[in-house]
């Protein structure tokens, strides 16, 4: 995943760290560890129809508002065009990815971040939208149905939570390695809290109804997620310094933060 | 050029073969978030089915790895050429 040239010397311990980690896990498997998967998505069919239509309604405005940001963003200031590929390309690679965990489960990163420091959470729900869309059709991983709530999870909680992070960790003048750290890693978590929190909406637990369903969704994903997340922290806080290390013309146009130093 | 050409092509070539070294992990996996819904409400029927299925594990592990080097091709590809662009222009 690193690309030794561009990995500023400071970065290349993560870098390293994430790439034995990675070895070692697929090691797991190829020794047959047991495993479990947690899927990223919610998969086809599994919520009721009611849900299905209102998750749609719900992130169908952060869709067509994103597919607009970029249409614009791409017309006005064509330098980003790189960084929009760049932050579409890291998603797409992250949610292929399958990272074993503690837990012998393994789950998916989610690869939002990235594109959220560089550029504001404003074009990343199309970005999702592509890759969900993508995985639905020809991977049989989420599905049509459930495409407006998964499109919810990864493309619009889990980007405007990092950026909630990234603004925090900025606001309180802390390093922009760790702000990016803290972005990715709390993206990665809202996004799973949220598709927990639609399992529970649409299948509250008899005795202790909402919470008792959420906190069964939570603990299945939370687990798992937390390493993943970390690993995922480390890898964000790389690709943005190469990313940011590259173009700084697009840096100082864009409407991130990083750039308004 | 053909460096970054061979940088994609190593990195697409390094995504599948993860991918296809992890197939294996991938037997008799369960779904776990599937089975709390079966838990909570056995009476719940799945009202939709993908419309298309990876006829078997490996195939689905090379549409996987395809994704993924896709991405790191891309990625790649940008951050090389970037590199490259800005050794020329006599940058650091």
């Known amino acids: 995943m690193c690309f030794e040239p561009v990995c500023p010397r400071k970065e290349r311990d993560p870098c390293i760290g994430l790439t034995t980690y990675m070895i070692m ?9 047991p495993t479990d998967e947690v899927r990223l998505h919610i998969a086809e069919g599994y919520l009721p129809v009611s849900h299905c239509l209102g998750w749609t309604i719900a992130s169908a405005p952060f869709a067509a508002a994103s597919v607009r940001t970029i249409t614009k963003s791409t017309r006005e200031k064509p330098e980003q ?9 890291f998603v797409f690679a992250l949610t292929a990815l399958r990272l074993p965990s503690v837990t012998g489960s393994s789950s998916h990163p989610t690869g939002t971040a990235v594109g959220t420091c560089i550029l504001t959470p404003a074009p990343m729900p199309a970005m999702a939208l592509i890759v969900l869309l993508f995985q639905a059709l020809l991977l049989a991983h989420g599905g049509i149905t459930t495409l407006g709530a998964n499109l ?14 990234f603004r925090l960790g900025r606001g309180l003048g802390l390093n922009d390695n760790v702000s990016v750290f803290a972005a990715s890693v709390t993206g990665d978590l809202a996004t799973y809290v949220t598709t ?17 369903s959420f906190e069964k969704f939570l603990g299945i994903f939370l687990v798992t997620q ?14 943005v310094r190469a990313l940011s290390a590259l173009n700084k013309p697009a840096w100082r146009l864009s409407r991130s933060v990083v750039v308004e130093r | 050029m053909i460096r970054f050409r061979t940088a994609a092509v190593a990195g697409l070539a390094v995504a ?5 070294a992890s197939e294996h992990g991938r037997e008799g996996t369960d779904d776990t978030a599937k ?10 029927q799945q009202w939709a089915k993908p419309v298309w299925t990876a006829s078997s594990p490996r195939a689905e592990s090379i549409l996987f790895a395809i994704q993924a080097g896709i991405g790191v091709a891309v ?18």
Request: no cysteine.
């Open chain 2, 35 to 44: 089975g709390a819904i079966q838990a909570l409400r056995p009476s719940y």
């Open chain 1, 25 to 33: 896990g697929y090691h797991y498997h190829l020794l047959g560890w």
């Open chain 1, 226 to 239: 937390i390493p993943i997340a970390i690993a995922e922290g480390f890898l964000s806080v790389a690709v």
């Open chain 1, 152 to 165: 919810f999870s990864l493309g619009v909680a889990g980007p405007w939570a990092a950026w909630v992070f």
């Open chain 1, 81 to 89: 065009r790189v960084l929009l590929a760049a932050s579409g390309a």
């Open chain 1, 196 to 212: 927990a929190g639609q399992l529970a909406l649409a299948f509250p637990s008899g005795q202790g109804g909402y919470l008792a």
């Open chain 2, 75 to 92: 990625l790649g590809w940008i951050l090389i050429r970037a590199r490259k662009g800005k050794r020329s222009r006599g940058g650091a």
């Open chain 2, 16 to 20: 599948a073969m993860i991918m296809l």
